[in-house]
């Protein structure tokens, strides 16, 4: 019988240490493009060899997330008086 391996809940996600790509962006709810551009950018420090992507830890991607999030404008606001 051949063991069937699950996606990780949300919550599993949160209590690892380090992350493949996959569950990088399914954490963040984000495209694994987006992580991997971040990555070989040099914006999100990672574990690669070669071309692969082999793991990010923990504290790289929420200290990236953060960085992303601060660097993001603010939508326009039509605040009439």
Do not use: C, K, N
């Not at 949160?14 to 399914?26: H, M, N, S």
């Amino acid at each position: 019988m051949t063991e069937r391996r699950t996606h990780p809940s949300p919550e599993d996600l949160l209590q690892q240490d380090r992350y493949t790509p996959d569950e990088a962006a399914e954490l963040l709810e984000i495209g694994i493009d987006v992580v991997r551009h971040a990555v070989f950018t040099g914006d999100l420090r990672a574990q690669v060899v070669e071309h692969d992507i082999i793991s990010i830890d923990r504290v790289d991607v929420l200290a990236w997330w953060r960085a992303s999030e601060a660097e993001e404008p603010l939508p326009d606001e039509d605040i009439s008086i």
